[in-house]
């Protein structure tokens, strides 16, 4: 089945500065990528998410980009602000979603 | 306000008892699917529906079973063959696209615990 690495685990950044999630897939058929935001207590939001024939996508402070040959993706926010404070997990999919482990995400004031 | 209602927000469980968590949605979705949360990990998936009257194992089913007699509703029951049931549960809803790549909602969970 497909496996799902996301690194770091932890990501303490200053405010406005960027923080950059990364993440590998196993299963070169997988074709949609979302990421969730998860704050404490709540369910999974999703924020952004890319499918297989797009390499970039960009919502106003958050990116994502996709590189199918390497078998990876990352989120990129930018201009952090306290309120970006979470934990946030990537996926990949064929057939069904198979998520990273997630990063907790930290800005400080 | 359409979205996924999950219920209770908190459930504890006796050794030996079944207990049934709730999940309702108003988004007119055709597929359902239950996650399973435990810290430091990412979902992982219990079982999911497409259809009413249909479901499917995900990759961690033993203790489990589902339902799905409405679109609207997909019951999920902890039975006591769960020896560590637990964890945060996460109910979540999608349209049934190609391969499955529909963006899932998901509701804000129910927290089980042992007593």
């Known amino acids: 089945g497909e496996n799902v690495e996301q690194h770091p685990s932890t990501l303490s950044v200053q405010e406005g500065d960027s923080a950059v999630i990364k993440c590998t897939y196993s299963d070169s058929a997988s074709n949609y990528f979302p990421w969730y935001k998860q704050e404490l207590g709540k369910g999974p939001q999703l924020i952004i998410d890319?499918?297989?024939?797009?390499g970039e996508k960009k919502d106003q402070r958050i990116a994502v980009t996709l590189n199918k040959t390497a078998k990876h993706f990352s989120l990129h926010i930018t201009e952090t602000q306290p309120e970006d404070s979470a934990v946030y997990f990537c996926?990949?999919?064929?057939?069904?979603?198979?998520f990273g482990a997630g990063t907790t995400v930290t800005v400080r004031a | 306000d359409g979205g996924i209602t999950q219920s209770p927000k908190y459930l504890f469980r006796k050794e030996g008892q079944n207990v049934t968590l709730s999940c309702e949605q108003n988004?007119?979705?055709?597929?359902m699917y239950w996650y399973r949360q435990d810290p430091g990990q990412g979902l992982r998936l219990i079982y999911y529906s497409q259809i009413v009257n249909d479901f499917q194992k995900g990759d961690i089913a033993e203790g489990y079973s589902v339902s799905r007699e409405k679109k609207e509703s997909f019951p999920l029951t902890v039975t006591s063959a769960q020896k560590n049931p637990t964890a945060f549960y996460l109910c979540a809803s999608s349209y049934v696209g190609l391969q499955g790549n529909q963006p899932q909602h998901f509701g804000d969970g129910t927290r089980l615990s042992i007593l």
């Open positions: 890319i499918r297989s024939n797009v």
């Open positions: 988004l007119n979705h055709d597929a």
């Open positions: 996926a990949a999919n064929r057939y069904k979603l198979s």
